[in-house]
């Protein structure tokens, strides 16, 4: 199933709810509406904008379908912009007269012959009014550039919302236009020249971008323009626009509220299948707290421990029974392309394959001790933290978002450019201690060694042992980059014991050459670090580490390798991580380096 007939799918699920705008209608930001006595004079203004905090904002309305601009002047019906309603804006504005004048003779021919009190209101309102009045009481400079609707004194209902006006707006839909078979619904029906624009995509035009457009010279090599390259019929095209445009809105509950890199994400449940609209909805919450778990510490604790009975396969009723119903699942990544739309990804499965998928995610990324605390990372928060410069939302790679969202949601292979970022953080000044690269490190090398061997109950071969990747502190992993990284952080610790705070460790020093070029790098610690333990000894401390450190050497083979891998450097990370937080585990150890965290407090006073 293509994207627009899911989305087309989708309206029938909003038009149920009650949620989906008529046809020839749609969601619009209005500020403000002019009211009309019945001879058509202006006696208020009334601002419809809500507060968000210290701004006013303007409502979102269901008014006639917006026009689709491009460089020529098309008025909208019964409401537009100021410069069209009023001949008035903020700028210069070289053809607001033309504007104006466009708008006014529209509704005169749209409103020739009416009775209809409040039509004939706004009739001989466009017939008395002058751009200059704008500057008298009820107007005000607020109202410049803002989309104005207007209402008849006396009404609660704007002038587009009765009936009268959606008779006559109804008379003008299924006009002329030439037939086609749409490509969408595979029903006759006039074909649509210019697709709906789609609002609320992140960085793209507030106005709107276009997700189906044409508008090269290439596009009309076999005398087709536009719209006819893929015909689509006006009630489909208007109908996936509706459902997008609806999912896109900040309030809903299909959109996921900070993305994923540069692409804004939005899911939705087919239910065509099952007619069960409690299920869709559920299946729907569910998707959004495992992929984006919530902010609040009590909602993210209850998420954090379903995943984990998710991840161990234990049961979950209520989402056991989701699973069990088959619901077809679909998931649409949008990105900004100047006015247009590009579809970073399209993913559609079952239901139960994406929680299944999901849960392997998690799996992967598992690590002891945990970094992220309550709140399971979601793969927004996973990036910025392991692959963004300054750790900001705005510098992760919107390519490899992208990717790592595809991977994750279709149970393959992550990219190995996700393995290569979080190893140049590293390089650049990330902290290898706080866990986070770790985590991704494993997941990534986790799942390639998973992918490689289908059957997990096969018993691994020597040579392949070592790719097995522990969850915690390993001791008798034979994988020899692991135990470097695992020295590396015994030789960090010695010297922090030692010296306590200094500026510039042999962590901020020597990671990155050390976890690239052993042999080069390790010997100049190795002397370092014979100093540190005799500083110790003298102090009647590091007994344990002295034992730590022969242990791991002991798991060593007697040369250093000159160079490792990619994947190799990823064990060392891990290695580091896990001696990092597991030494400490024995009570000589844990004294000995609060004692040292101590002198450190009492020199810094």
Known sequence: ?????????????????GEAE?????REKIGFAIELSPDGVPVAVIDLRAASGKKLVPQLLSVPAAVKRTAGILPNLLWDKSAYVLGRTAGEGKRTAQEHAAFKATHLDLLEGESDPSLLAVRRFLESWMPERFDAPPFHADMLDANIVFRLQGETRFVHEREAARARLGARLGGEGRRVACLVSGRPGIA???HPSIKGVNGAQSSGAALVSFNLDAFTSYGKEQGDNAPTSEEAAFRYGAALNGMLERSSRNRLARGIGDATVVFWADTSAI????????????????IDPPDDASEAKKVRDRLEDLVQGRPIDSLDELKEKKIRFHVLGLAPNAARLSVRYWLSDEFG?????LAEHYRDLAIEPTPWGERPPSIA????????????FDNIPPLLAGEVTRAVLEGTRYPRSLLANAIMRLRAGGDPATGWHAAIIRAVLAREFRVRRPDPHA???????????PVSLQRENSDPAYQLGRLFAAYETAQRMALGKVNATIRDRYFGAASATPARVFPILMRGVQNHLGKLRKGGKGAWLEREIEEITNRLEDYLPRSLPLEAQGRFVLGYYHQRKGQFTKPEAEAELASTDAEDHDNDE
Do not use: C
């Not at 008529?22 to 749609?26: D, I």
């Not at 007619?275 to 495992?290: K, P, R």
């Not at 394959?353 to 998928?357: D, E």
């Open 1 to 17: 199933m293509t994207i627009l007939q899911s989305l087309d799918r989708y309206y029938e699920r909003m038009a149920a709810r």
């Open 22 to 26: 008529p046809p020839g209608f749609s």
């Open 192 to 194: 649509q020249r210019l």
């Open 275 to 290: 007619a069960d609209e409690a299920a869709a909805q559920a299946a729907e919450n569910w998707f959004a707290v495992m």
């Open 353 to 357: 394959t994406f929680v299944h998928r």
């Open 381 to 392: 928060w996973l990036l910025m933290k392991t692959t963004a410069m300054q750790e900001k």
């Open 459 to 469: 018993p691994a071969s020597h040579d392949r042992a070592k790719e097995e990747l």
